[in-house]
């Protein structure tokens, strides 16, 4: 069984109280993946959030035959797999998830999650606004990534020097 430390290791989880901690207890399983396993695939069924316990896990998207792209590494403290605490009932995973080292998961059933948010509004808004703030600064991250991309694409760099030399002659 885990315990509430176990639990509280999890950074969205440090702003639930002991009594809410109490209540993911029973429906929180640990999950031991071994370097190179993958926790779940694009495209499957979305049917369970994780937490990382230890080590690390990528998030990787196929963008053509053979290659993959990471765009996110989650390391010891931080959850993914949302895509699972969406209201839809078909909802699937958008990327691959695949262990960077030997990991320790929570997992948490989605159906039992969301049960417990129906019963206890208040946790299911706790964790709801922690999981927005990490949605957010994942958003935030992506965003910058794929401006520099655009800055640094050598077409629209000279699109955008031209467009400087053209305010400097202006002036």
Known sequence: MISR?????????????DDMLDKLIPITE????????????????ADRYFS???GKVLLEQRIATGVTVSISSIKAG?????????????EFYTSDAICAEPAQ??????????????????????????LLHVVKKRYDIRTEQFLKVIRHHPEIGSLLQKEKDDNNRKK
């Open 30 to 45: 640990l999950l031991q993946y071994d370097e190179k396993e993958f926790v779940f695939h694009q495209g499957d069924k």
């Open 105 to 130: 998961l929570l997992s948490f059933r989605a159906e039992k999650l969301k049960a417990l948010f129906d019963k206890d509004y208040h946790l299911g808004y706790i964790m709801s606004h922690r």
């Open 78 to 90: 931080f959850g993914f797999g949302w895509s699972a605490l969406l209201d839809e009932e078909a």
């Open 52 to 54: 990382v316990l230890q």
């Open 5 to 17: 430390e176990a639990l509280k290791q999890i950074v969205m989880m440090r702003y639930l109280s």
